[in-house]
């Protein structure tokens, strides 16, 4: 089980630029959620998918966020533009579809945007 | 209000004794429940899950579940200071999304 795979685990970029984070989940897991993390806010769902498809991104904090999973293997966070506000610890996480199966989680990219 | 609230903390306990971490959640349909452990700088990992009424124990853990009062806390017995970390409580909705406390910062002084 390799776990839940996240790249890059650094990222800092200028104000406006384009950021791109990338997510591999666990195989077999049926269900995806990205998340961010501040120390004022904690841990913020921002949006998951079940199967591929986006059940829930209401909590996208602006149409500068944007979230794809093209495949089962495969999901992507977009920022775009961005602004310092944005920096955060952004966490992926997998789990098998039900309510009654936890979350793994990823080892977060660390964002940081001057 | 908040969807999932705990007390932030700091929580100090001396080595040897029992920490208790307690949460509350304000959606009465919630389904699961899950206490994640995160060290400084790590991701959360899952500690236990508990999904119905009463005490649920493994090892020095117990996590204890009330849905009449909406209320759910964790039990470190024998605490020691690598348990010291931020303690995060997560309930997980019939419709699959997850939503998480902000988190109870224990340390356990030797």
């Known amino acids: 089980d390799a776990g839940v795979i996240q790249s890059p685990r650094h990222e800092v970029t200028e104000m406006g630029q384009e950021v791109t984070l990338r997510c591999k989940p666990i195989?077999?897991?049926?269900?995806l959620f990205w998340y961010r993390q501040t120390m004022m806010r904690g841990l913020e769902l921002l949006i998951y998918?079940?199967?591929?498809?986006?059940?829930?991104d209401s909590g996208m904090p602006e149409d500068r966020f944007s979230a794809k999973m093209p495949n089962a293997s495969f999901s992507t966070l977009k920022i775009q533009p961005s602004e310092p506000r944005d920096s955060a610890v952004y966490f992926c996480?997998?789990?098998?579809?039900?309510?009654?199966?936890?979350?793994?989680f990823g080892n977060g990219t660390r964002l940081t945007v001057t | 209000q908040k969807e999932v609230e705990q007390n932030s903390g700091p929580l100090s306990v001396p080595e040897g004794a029992i920490a208790s971490l307690n949460c509350t959640y304000s959606?009465?349909?919630?389904?699961?429940f899950f206490w994640y452990r995160q060290y400084s700088g790590k991701s959360p990992e899952l500690i236990m899950s508990?999904?119905?009424?009463g005490d649920k124990e493994d090892g020095r853990f117990t996590a204890q579940l009330n849905k009449a009062s909406q209320y759910v806390s964790l039990l470190i017995r024998d605490s020691q200071p690598s348990d010291s970390a931020t303690y995060l409580c997560?309930?997980?909705?019939?419709?699959?999304?997850?939503?998480f406390g902000a988190g109870t910062r224990l340390t356990v002084k030797p």
């Open positions: 996480a997998s789990s098998r579809t039900g309510h009654n199966s936890p979350l793994h």
């Open positions: 959606d009465r349909v919630s389904q699961s």
């Open positions: 997560a309930v997980r909705q019939l419709a699959g999304d997850m939503r």
């Open positions: 508990i999904y119905s009424n």
């Open positions: 998918f079940n199967n591929n498809v986006p059940i829930d």
């Open positions: 195989s077999g897991h049926n269900s």
